[in-house]
């Protein structure tokens, strides 16, 4: 008996917000009327998002592409022979083949969109464990200097080396140590990490119990954004899964060694980003920052030491354990090593996930994997880092995604989210909104944040009202003397980082703030 033709049809938020699973019910069903024998893969997205649902065919010659599929397109397929790999309008040729997907580098994004995100035999299969299974044989210290050796860094705001961080909690002496995954993706224009725990869980799992491994901790929390239903169904369950069989628990493999896994959903507030104010509502109290020092590091969880990273760190790690932080490192630019997944969206005709080595620039994503605007106009803008990244204008195009050249700009990388404008844009808005969202997201601490953010957006909407009646360099220079307050004297970066897009907006757009470019260079 021929096996069951398979046929993948992905889970995946986005694909499922674009009728994925009208999709895979009529594909079911147009089968079973047909008398075809069919297996039906519900995988992750390839990141392909304008092509979503994005359905794809097991054939002797590979995985054939067709997209994006709605419910009513299934009969056309059917009769097309798409079972077969056959020509239709919504086909993409081999998967593989795709130019967009052809060209990346992925690593930490090695299994996404290829497997079954809730089948552990699926993961195991391609390569996972590999990484847990040669820590095992390590000792602490080894599997930290392999990390070390990687170059990775935090794949957050402060890209703070890896390695570092988990040699302080190594050498902190404590009855209990923690290991915190920060999944509270809030940033605009970042998804990556919902990829990861929606569309390759397992690795996730993995990493976070290298890095107990690593450090000896013996329990992990995944502190999960409230917005993200489908992700917590999928990390609940292959938690569940991985501790059946062992990868999980008191006996980690029969080695002796415990690592406990708990799911923690956040409240919605984008404040508890910020590690301290995330390590404060796991405790169960308000989300508010926390000074420092001490450090999380030395007094984090509870008053144990605790290594806190996000989801793409940790996820990277089991690849750099398995095949080493010499590979791992090999990629990248300076001290920007490996790969980083870039998240394009906005205004762009190719929105997606790309996963590239560092130092790519922002014009090739922009135009060689985005197809340039989805309004067909002139990009004017794009932002960087999230909705308190800085907004770079067309002359900086060329700048390599690399956190240092990124410094020099006075921008940051953040999570790699970017986010595009076409010249319709009016950035004296748009600087006004950086405010607006701290105003509104401040848990309140510190004054500069607080009552600066309040001050800030009141002077915009000043400026806004009064820019058609001429220059008025007064309340502009009273903007900056504010956002340089807050860049110095906010507790955390949420304050600290505001002025980013303000000053961003004011020194390369200073025409939309009613001032020209000639006094704007002389100031």
Known sequence: MSEPIKIFVPRDATALSLGADKVAEAIVGEAAARGIEVQLVRNGSRGLFWLEPLVEVATPAGRVAYGPVKARDVLGLFDAGFLEGKQHALGHGLTDEIDYLKRQERLTF???????????????????????????????????AEVTESGLRGRGGAAFPTGIK??????????????VCNADEGDSGTFSDRMVMEDDPYVLIEGMTIAGLAVGATRGYIYLRSEYPHAEAVLLETIARATAAGYLGDDVLGSGKAFHLELRRGAGAYICGEETALLESIEGKRGTVRPKPPLPAIEGLFGKPTVINNVISLASVPIILDKGGAYYKDYGMGRSLGTLPIQLTGNIARGGLIEKAFGITLRELLY?????????????????GGPLGAYLPESQFDTPLDYEAFAALGAVLGHGGIVVFDDTVDMADMARYAMEFCAVESCGKCTPCRIGSTRGEELLSQI?????????????????????TMLGASLCALGGMTPYPVLSAINHFPEDFGVSQDSAEAR
């Open 166 to 179: 988990w040699r302080t909690v190594l050498g902190c002496q404590a009855e209990q140590k923690y290991i």
């Open 368 to 384: 060689e994997y985005g197809g340039g605007s989805a309004s067909g106009r002139p990009i004017r803008a794009v932002q960087v």
């Open 464 to 484: 806004i009202v009064a820019r058609s009646e001429g220059p008025q360099p007064g309340r502009i220079e009273l903007l900056k003397s504010l956002c340089d």
């Open 110 to 144: 090695a299994r996404v969109g290829i497997t079954d995100p809730l089948s552990l035999e699926d993961y195991i299969a391609h390569d996972g464990y590999r990484g847990l299974k040669r820590a095992l044989g390590m000792t602490p210290e080894a599997i930290v």
